[in-house]
């Protein structure tokens, strides 16, 4: 489910023997290619190549999990918030990355993919989510940060997905960027309040500035020589801006609300370049963002454990509400008869 393949295997070849491309009816993607080069919408009864059904679950499985993963390093942050005004917001702010989920994980399921299989690829460690909420939040600052900084950055990612070629993915963007949009505005004003404040909340700032800047310039993906999945989803419509064209994109617009603010960003090789009408930025290591896709940074277990327990500590729910949807329906069944 989560390849890139173009093809599948031949049921009846032997194991190691060639792939054999799908069969598939030439006018039906005549006309698929037709509504791409149109700029036109796909919906989820059109006929769509299988490579282009399983990119979209793929994208569109992976950001749900980054949303309900995103909840936990902010939720840890609800009980100890501040002030009372803090908590009501933060509240917000995570409710909606969970709303954010559900309509991304309906979205999918348009595709033929069930919720189960996707919580199922997940919560086994198949299917990736955002490397960005592999971090832990180790002070109130951390909470701010992730506003301005990853909700940033997320948003300068979503805005194009609002013109992805998919539909019901396209449309689910349009109401995810708006609140996003809100909470990346939360995070700038509870830091700049806090940049107001003492000494100490100030090096408290600083202090979550350096530790989540090189990780939110991470997040847009690699580099674009190494993304394997960037020219097929530009090519369909998927991905509108590239990883590195994106990322230039928000290194360009947070340096200014970074100067506002008052904070500095830890990257001695960040400058404007006039040539280039953008700024210059250092290195990113890509040998950590690796080994945190790959289950290995400093939050990975806990965070998968933590679905994992959400999932299975919810089971009576799930249970107690279909066995009421069986004995409503009994019950209509029975007075209709
Ligand atoms: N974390 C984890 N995996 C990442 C990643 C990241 N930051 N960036 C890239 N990858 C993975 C890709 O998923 C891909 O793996 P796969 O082929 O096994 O699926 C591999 O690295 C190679 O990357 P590509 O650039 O080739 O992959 P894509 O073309 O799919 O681009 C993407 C990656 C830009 C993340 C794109 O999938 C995308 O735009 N996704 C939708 C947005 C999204 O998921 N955002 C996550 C953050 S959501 C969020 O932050 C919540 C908010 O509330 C704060």
């Given at each position: 489910?989560?390849?890139?393949?173009?093809?599948?295997?031949?049921?009846?070849?032997?194991?190691?023997?060639?792939?054999?491309?799908?069969?598939?009816?030439?006018?039906?993607?005549?006309?698929?290619?037709?509504?791409?080069?149109?700029?036109?919408k796909?919906e989820p009864?059109?006929?769509?190549?299988?490579?282009?059904?399983?990119?979209l679950?793929?994208q569109i499985s992976?950001h749900a999990?980054s949303e309900i993963?995103g909840m936990?390093?902010?939720?840890?942050?609800?009980?100890?918030?501040?002030?009372?005004?803090?908590?009501?917001?933060?509240?917000a702010k995570v409710q909606d990355e969970g709303g954010h989920g559900l309509y991304l994980y309906s979205a999918a399921e348009t595709?033929?993919?069930?919720?189960?299989?996707?919580?199922?690829?997940?919560?086994?460690?198949?299917?990736?989510?955002?490397?960005?909420?592999?971090?832990?939040?180790?002070?109130?600052?951390?909470?701010?940060?992730?506003g301005?900084?990853?909700d940033g950055?997320a948003i300068m990612n979503q805005i194009p997905l609002c013109r992805c070629s998919f539909g019901p993915y396209a449309r689910a963007m349009i109401r995810v960027c708006k609140e996003e949009s809100f909470h990346q505005r939360q995070?700038?004003?509870?830091?700049?309040?806090?940049?107001?404040?003492?000494?100490?909340?100030?090096?408290?700032?600083?202090?979550?500035?350096?530790?989540?800047?090189?990780?939110?310039?991470?997040?847009?993906?690699?580099?674009?020589?190494?993304?394997?999945?960037?020219?097929?989803?530009?090519?369909?419509?998927i991905?509108r801006?590239?990883?590195?064209?994106?990322?230039?994109?928000?290194?360009?617009?947070?340096?200014?609300?970074?100067?506002?603010?008052?904070?500095?960003?830890?990257?001695?090789?960040?400058?404007?370049?006039?040539?280039?009408?953008?700024?210059?930025?250092?290195?990113?290591?890509?040998?950590?963002?690796?080994?945190?896709?790959?289950?290995?940074?400093?939050?990975?277990?806990?965070?998968?454990?933590?679905?994992?327990?959400?999932?299975?500590?919810?089971?009576?729910?799930?249970?107690?509400?279909?066995?009421?949807?069986?004995?409503?329906?009994?019950?209509?069944?029975?007075?209709?008869?």
């Amino acid at each position: 489910m989560y390849t890139q393949s173009f093809n599948v295997p031949d049921a009846d070849a032997p194991s190691g023997a060639p792939l054999k491309a799908v069969p598939h009816d030439t006018a039906l993607q005549a006309h698929f290619d037709a509504v791409i080069d149109a700029d036109g919408k796909i919906e989820p009864r059109d006929w769509m190549p299988e490579a282009y059904r399983k990119t979209l679950v793929r994208q569109i499985s992976q950001h749900a999990h980054s949303e309900i993963v995103g909840m936990l390093p902010e939720g840890n942050w609800i009980s100890r918030a501040p002030s009372l005004k803090r908590k009501a917001i933060l509240v917000a702010k995570v409710q909606d990355e969970g709303g954010h989920g559900l309509y991304l994980y309906s979205a999918a399921e348009t595709l033929g993919t069930s919720r189960d299989q996707m919580f199922d690829a997940l919560h086994s460690g198949k299917a990736k989510y955002s490397s960005i909420f592999n971090y832990p939040t180790l002070t109130w600052a951390d909470v701010g940060v992730v506003g301005w900084l990853v909700d940033g950055a997320a948003i300068m990612n979503q805005i194009p997905l609002c013109r992805c070629s998919f539909g019901p993915y396209a449309r689910a963007m349009i109401r995810v960027c708006k609140e996003e949009s809100f909470h990346q505005r939360q995070g700038f004003e509870s830091l700049m309040t806090m940049m107001q404040g003492t000494a100490e909340q100030k090096a408290m700032v600083q202090d979550a500035v350096n530790r989540w800047w090189w990780k939110c310039l991470a997040m847009f993906g690699p580099p674009d020589a190494d993304s394997p999945n960037s020219v097929q989803g530009m090519r369909w419509g998927i991905k509108r801006i590239s990883n590195d064209d994106l990322r230039q994109k928000f290194v360009d617009a947070t340096v200014p609300q970074a100067e506002v603010l008052g904070v500095t960003l830890p990257d001695p090789e960040l400058k404007w370049n006039e040539a280039r009408g953008h700024h210059d930025y250092g290195q990113i290591d890509w040998d950590e963002f690796w080994a945190v896709v790959n289950g290995d940074g400093p939050c990975n277990r806990e965070r998968l454990a933590t679905r994992v327990k959400a999932r299975n500590d919810g089971a009576w729910v799930r249970e107690a509400a279909l066995a009421h949807a069986r004995k409503q329906q009994q019950r209509a069944m029975k007075e209709a008869a």
